[in-house]
C-alpha cells in the first residue's frame, strides 16, 4: 500500500489499475459506494485518485476551513478501506486550466494507464468544471477504460455527502455527522503551550489550533480523546471557542480529559466530538465560569456514560 503525491513518472506496479475518482473528504457511505464500485471492477484490486489541495481551496482560498479530515487521516482511512494505492493529484494552475479531455489523457491514460474508472454521479472536472460523469464515460469507451457511474447514496440523515457532514459540524450536531461519516468525527493535531488559564481554574487543557480542518459550532462538547493514535480513548470535556470571559482570541480547541494530569505538549491528540452540551458563553466573573465548567463536566461525564 503506498501514497504517491503526483500522477506523473509512478512506478509500473502502480498503474493500469481500477480507480475510483473524486474528493473522497470524510469518506462517507457515498464515497464508499464510489470504491466499492472500483474494487468489483479490479476484480478486489483497487486505487483511490484524489485532489491535494482540494480544487475548493485552489479556487476560493478566503474561504473558511473546510477539510473533514486532513490528507493524512483521509488517505490512513482510505488505505484501511481496502484501497492499495492512494493517487493526490497535485491540483495546480495547470490542472485548473486542462480541459476535461486533456484531463483524461494526461492524468488518467499516460499518467495512472487506468483500467477502469469509478466516480459519483455528481463528479464534475476539467476546466471551468466542463466534464460531468457521462462525458468521463464517452471519453472512456474512446480511449479504451470502462467508467462505473454511482448513484446518489440516501442515509438516515439525508443524502451522504460531505456538505451535510459540514452543515451538521457547524450547527453543533455531531451525532448527525458521525451517522454520516460511520463514525464520530475526530479533530487531531499537536498540543501547543496555552495560556494555562484551565491549570489554574482546576481543569488543565490540552490545546489544539485545528488549522484548515472545518471548524464546528463553539461552545462545550462531550468528548472521547486518544493520545499519539494508540492506547484508550479516553473521556472528557471540550471548549471550542474563543473564550470571551478570559479575553478573545483564535479559536482554539481545549480539552480536559478526565481523571489525567500528564504532560501532554508536543503529543499527537485526537478528540472525537460526541455530543454538543452549549453554546460558548461570556460569564460575568471565573467564579461564575468555573461553576459552569464543574456543570458541563458533570454533563460530559453523564453523556459519555450511555454511549
Same mark, same amino acid.
Given at each position: ?23 473522497f473528504d470524510?469518506? !462517507?457511505?457515498g ?18 485518485a484524489?485532489?491535494e489541495?482540494?480544487p475548493?481551496a485552489y479556487f ?11 490528507p493524512?487521516?483521509r488517505?490512513?482511512a ?20 486542462m480541459?476535461?479531455?486533456s ?8 499518467g495512472?494507464a487506468v483500467? !477502469? ?8 472536472f ?5 466534464? !460531468? ?7 472512456g ?6 467508467v462505473?457511474?454511482?448513484?446518489? &447514496?440516501?442515509e438516515?440523515?439525508?443524502?451522504a ?7 451538521a459540524?457547524?450547527?453543533g450536531?455531531?451525532e &448527525? ?7 464520530w ?15 489554574? *481554574? ?5 490545546? *489544539? ?19 499519539d ?20 482570541r ?6 480536559h ?11 499527537w491528540?485526537?478528540?472525537? *466530538?460526541?455530543?454538543?452540551?452549549r453554546?460558548e ?11 459552569a465548567? !464543574? ?5 460530559a461525564?453523564?453523556? *459519555?456514560?450511555?454511549?
Amino acid at each position: 500500500m503506498a501514497v504517491y503525491a503526483d500522477y506523473r513518472g509512478l512506478p509500473a506496479s502502480a498503474r493500469g489499475t481500477s480507480v475510483a475518482l473524486g474528493n473522497f473528504d470524510g469518506l !462517507h457511505a457515498g464515497h464508499q459506494a464510489v470504491m466499492e464500485a472500483a474494487k468489483q471492477a479490479g476484480g478486489g484490486k483497487f486505487a483511490v485518485a484524489t485532489f491535494e489541495p482540494p480544487p475548493r481551496a485552489y479556487f476560493r482560498p478566503s474561504d473558511p476551513p473546510f477539510r473533514i479530515f486532513r490528507p493524512e487521516r483521509r488517505n490512513n482511512a482510505i488505505l484501511a478501506a481496502g484501497a492499495d494505492v492512494v493517487f493526490e493529484l497535485p491540483f495546480n494552475g495547470e490542472m485548473a486550466s486542462m480541459t476535461d479531455e486533456s484531463f483524461v489523457r494526461e492524468v488518467l491514460v499516460d499518467g495512472l494507464a487506468v483500467s !477502469h474508472v469509478s466516480v459519483g454521479f455528481d463528479f464534475r472536472f476539467g476546466r471551468g468544471r466542463m466534464g !460531468h460523469a457521462q462525458r468521463l464515460a464517452s471519453l472512456g469507451r474512446a480511449l479504451g477504460f470502462g467508467v462505473t457511474i454511482v448513484e446518489e &447514496v440516501i442515509e438516515l440523515e439525508g443524502k451522504a455527502s460531505s456538505t451535510a457532514i459540514r452543515q451538521a459540524l457547524h450547527a453543533g450536531e455531531p451525532e &448527525v455527522a458521525a451517522e454520516l461519516l460511520g463514525t464520530w468525527w475526530i479533530a487531531d493535531g499537536v498540543v501547543e503551550s496555552g495560556e494555562k488559564n484551565g491549570r489554574t *481554574l482546576g481543569f488543565p487543557t490540552a490545546n *489544539l489550533h485545528l488549522g484548515d480542518l472545518i471548524h464546528p459550532r463553539h461552545g462545550i462538547y462531550a468528548v472521547r480523546a486518544r493520545i499519539d493514535q494508540q492506547g484508550d480513548w479516553l473521556d472528557g470535556v471540550a471548549n471550542f471557542g474563543r473564550t470571551p470571559t478570559t479575553g478573545i482570541r483564535d479559536p482554539l480547541l481545549e480539552t480536559h480529559i478526565f481523571d489525567f494530569d500528564d504532560d501532554l505538549y508536543g503529543k499527537w491528540l485526537e478528540v472525537q *466530538l460526541v455530543s454538543f452540551i452549549r453554546p460558548e458563553l461570556k460569564f460575568d466573573d471565573l467564579d461564575a465560569l468555573v461553576e459552569a465548567m !464543574h456543570a458541563d463536566a458533570a454533563e460530559a461525564r453523564k453523556r *459519555l456514560a450511555k454511549r
